[in-house]
């Protein structure tokens, strides 16, 4: 981004912007929003029609999109806050997906997420052993967040990862970091508040992981737009506790040109 590129973005317009409702994901992901009573299917985003070889959705039981084994869960599970792993489901082109839930108001958001298909429980559970071992042996708070930013990205595969903190005026600083040798380094570099808006620290305290596979993304947006249809339980809902939503477009905008493709801030 240049010098006016930067100077003719209004980055106080990131503090208002409404991240916390639904408008769009990332399309490596699905999104089924979900009447909680009915399980009637509300909205969707991503490709849902080519990658569970469905036609029509709006309006449809939860069942027809996920099986009954999956939507039985659901079922048993709609009336509780917390997130839930509900299970697995093959798409049409032998894709598998995690499927997970979160209430959110009135509706369920279910998210679908592609699965590695290259075996790994054994060797996930053997790496998480050893950075447990590597936790322990940490004498202090920034060798604990070397070695977990290290065993993170040595798990994930991840060009970089950053353990960022922010500080009580709404700075951010790089604790700790771990990166392809390629890349430039920010390492003990400190960002102004307004790097990532006050509304986006609020939901990195509450949601511990963020993950966007690829910064370069184009959204997926919800079908039909949350905000031509807003009524009383709609105002409700939000998408906080989705994994894969969609980046706020002015926070990821100046940070365009140091994210590599890849990355995962904790």
Request: proline content about 6%.
């Amino acid at each position: 981004m240049s010098d006016g590129d930067a100077a003719a973005l209004d980055l106080t317009v990131c503090d208002r912007e409404p991240i916390h409702i639904p408008g769009s994901i990332q399309p490596h992901g699905l999104l089924l929003v979900v009447d909680a009573e009915t399980l009637a299917v509300r909205n969707v985003a991503g490709d849902v029609e080519g990658r569970l070889g469905v036609r029509t959705w709006a309006g449809a039981p939860l069942i027809s999109l996920i099986g009954s084994t999956n939507s039985a869960v659901v079922s048993r599970r709609a009336a509780d806050t917390r997130p839930h792993f509900i299970g697995q489901l093959h798409g049409v082109h032998g894709d598998v997906f995690d499927l997970s839930m979160v209430r959110s108001g009135a509706f369920l958001l279910l998210e679908l997420e592609p699965v590695d298909p290259s075996p790994q429980g054994a060797s996930l559970l053997a790496g998480l052993e050893a950075a447990a071992h590597t936790f322990e042996r940490a004498g202090a708070l920034k060798a604990l967040c070397e070695r977990a930013a290290e065993e993170f990205r040595r798990l994930t595969g991840y060009d970089r990862v950053m353990i960022y903190r922010f500080l009580d005026d709404g700075a951010g600083e790089v604790l700790a970091e771990d990166r392809r040798a390629d890349l430039h380094s920010f390492l003990n570099h400190r960002f102004p508040a307004t790097d990532i808006p006050k509304q986006a620290r609020a939901l990195y305290l509450r949601n511990l992981v963020r993950v966007i596979p690829d910064v370069s993304y184009a959204p997926a947006p919800l079908r039909p737009a949350w905000e031509d249809e807003v009524d009383e339980r709609t105002r409700a809902a939000e998408a906080t506790a989705a994994a894969a939503r969609a980046v706020a477009v002015a926070d990821t905008q100046p940070r365009i040109e140091r994210e590599p493709v890849g990355s995962a801030r904790r």
